[in-house]
């Protein structure tokens, strides 16, 4: 039994990780799924994710449990682990589950799930990934020092700055917000820095946040492009199963330019017309676009 970020990291880190024959992940984030895709790659001959509510209620972004799905990997909605069930060994044999039906919603917004019998299922495994959330070590990061948490447990900040409680001491990323995205730690990463020299010199310079007009030349009345959009080519099922190559291919020169032409045309926007009729003619071009 392995819990999910240990094992995805041993992998960058190693370039390899144990990984058993039958894997049952449980969980539903981005996490599991991550797991779950990493384990088939590693040479599991089945992989099952194991989540208690719908599909349609996993937080994992729908297109990565689509591909997930797209190279054999198998997910048990409305099935909730109860047991690790290990052989006198002690090694992992199965994972015992239950059935679950939606009920009212929870303070999270989702219908709660509900046991519907009692007779449990046995889904045969020899290694349990569990990707189920994680909580803050606030220990680790402050050890002795006393730090203002929020109402979720992770460090109290300033939305804008990224300070904390203690003077001189900043935060950001999963430590204030909790599991999110690489985008949202980078964010926050600005947000602090630009803190930290406000604090410092009690001054402002984050001169990237400012708008720079870049001049391009461009026909105002050209007709919008009817061009629809271009699906993203990935590398074949077959081939991305056994390796951890990028799955989503690059457009062509020529698809690339043709969606280009795609462009909303913000600069409309931008310039205000006092005459009606032209502003009446500019948001219907727009509105055809869209």
Known sequence: VVQAVPFLQRYNIRGSVDVGKHVVVIGGGNAAIDAARTALRLGAES????????????PAYEEEVAEA??????????????EIVRDKSGHVKAVSCLRMGLGSFDASGRRRPMA?????VTITADQVIMAIGQRLDISDLTGD?????NDRKFISVDPVTGATSLQGVFAGGDCTE????????IAAGERAAVGMDMFLTGESHAFWRYEQVTETAYDPDAEVSLEKRAPVRQIPIERRKHNF???ELPWTEVVAMAQAHRCLRCDYGKHINENPSVQTASRRKEASHV
């Open 47 to 58: 992989v099952q994710i194991v989540y208690r509510r719908s599909q349609e209620e996993m």
């Open 69 to 82: 799905l797209q190279e054999g990997v198998t997910i048990s909605c409305l099935t909730q682990p109860v």
């Open 116 to 120: 519907q019998s009692q007779d449990p």
């Open 145 to 149: 020092a006393s730090i203002m948490l």
């Open 178 to 185: 909790g599991p999110s995205s690489v985008v949202e730690a």
């Open 245 to 247: 190559e990028e799955v």
